[in-house]
């Protein structure tokens, strides 16, 4: 079992940044590949980023070059340092875990999943 608890979120001007931080419980974390996702109100949950139990990185096209995943396995966290943020970041984002190969950006792949954490991006 894994547990994954989100914080980092709130409310920023549009090009500012944000850091989200995962906090994971379980021994097997470091075997795990780990993501972001975000929803909007009225909207799927779409794919933000993951970051494999190697260290391979996978970015959305739309926040590639802005957000960096990274991941400390001795402290079994996940971040998401977002920069230069637009309105259209706005969302509940939540962490995922996995334990099982796939479509890194399927939602349906990732078997744990936070409570997620809101991001409010204004204009």
């Known amino acids: 079992q894994v547990q994954l608890v989100e914080s980092g979120g709130g409310l920023v001007q549009a090009g500012g940044s944000l850091r989200l931080s995962c906090a994971a419980s379980g021994q097997t974390f470091s075997s795990s590949d780990m993501a972001w996702f975000r929803q909007a109100p009225g909207k799927e949950r779409e794919f933000v980023a993951a970051?494999?139990?190697?260290?391979?990185?996978y970015y959305a096209e739309s926040v590639k070059g802005r957000f960096t995943i990274s991941r400390d396995n001795t402290m079994k966290m996940v971040y998401l340092q977002m920069n230069s943020l637009k309105p259209g970041d706005t969302a509940v984002y939540y962490c995922a875990a996995r334990f099982n190969a796939g479509r890194y950006y399927a939602p349906a792949t990732y078997d744990y999943w936070g409570q997620g954490t809101q991001v409010t991006v204004s204009s």
């Open positions: 970051i494999t139990w190697s260290g391979t990185t």
